[in-house]
T-cell receptor
Framework: NAGVMQNPRHLVRRRGQEARLRCSPMKGHSHVYWYRQLPEEGLKFMVYLQKENIIDESGMPKERFSAEFPKEGPSILRIQQVVRGDSAAYFC?????????????FGDGTRLSIL | RKEVEQDPGPFNVPEGATVAFNCTYSNSASQSFFWYRQDCRKEPKLLMSVYSSGNEDGRFTAQLNRASQYISLLIRDSKLSDSATYLCVVGYQTGANNLFFGTGTRLTVIP
């Protein structure tokens, strides 16, 4: 009964490098959500994916950010050419289906620090 | 207007006190409601779902008022371990992302 697994827990990158964040949903869950949380702020929705499909990316910055959830393997949130403002906690959540009465279960998060 | 609005607090209460948080939502078509708890530098964790008739789980009671579009969380006999940020979450059926998180209300229980 493994929960949502995210790795790495902490990631340090220099400006201009790429960051890759991974998320494996709970067993039996096929819906994945990514959120960003800046220090002392609330969760901000970024993107919602199902296997091989991006359902809603309305919260994703238009440039440098991308997400995927391949048929096999974890969901990946990719940030290219990172900048200081990308420093945040990135949380992944999963749910069993898309019905709104299903709560989302969160992973431990990845704390991204940009030097 | 935000989908979900909460008083950010902080609420500082002594141990044993009763404390209540409210949350308002803007979409009258909202269908599901939850309270999550988030400890400092940790992930949000589901505290309880909120049902139309109201529901209770130990020291925690959740209420829903559809007419006024708000939900509440009542914590009785506060413990030090209740110190956390409480997130109000509202969901409705759309074609895309369907859960909306409030920014949270911070609670500190003081010895």
């Amino acid at each position: 009964n493994a929960g949502v697994m995210q790795n790495p827990r902490h990631l340090v990158r220099r400006r201009g490098q790429e960051a890759r964040l991974r998320c494996s949903p709970m067993k039996g869950h096929s819906h994945v959500y990514w959120y960003r949380q800046l220090p002392e702020e609330g969760l901000k929705f970024m993107v919602y994916l199902q296997k091989e499909n991006i359902i809603d990316e309305s919260g994703m910055p238009k440039e440098r950010f991308s997400a995927e959830f391949p048929k096999e393997g974890p969901s990946i949130l990719r940030i290219q050419q990172v900048v200081r403002g990308d420093s945040a906690a990135y949380f992944c959540a999963s749910s069993r289906d898309r019905y709104s009465n299903q709560p989302q279960h969160f992973g431990d998060g990845t704390r991204l620090s940009i030097l | 207007r935000k989908e979900v609005e909460q008083d950010p607090g902080p609420f500082n209460v002594p141990e044993g006190a009763t404390v209540a948080f409210n949350c308002t939502y803007s979409n009258s078509a909202s269908q599901s409601f939850f309270w999550y708890r988030q400890d400092c530098r940790k992930e949000p964790k589901l505290l309880m779902s909120v049902y139309s008739s109201g529901n209770e789980d130990g020291r925690f009671t959740a209420q829903l008022n559809r007419a006024s579009q708000y939900i509440s969380l009542l914590i009785r006999d506060s413990k030090l371990s209740d110190s956390a940020t409480y997130l109000c979450v509202v969901g409705y059926q759309t074609g895309a992302n369907n859960l909306f998180f409030g920014t949270g209300t911070r609670l500190t229980v003081i010895p």
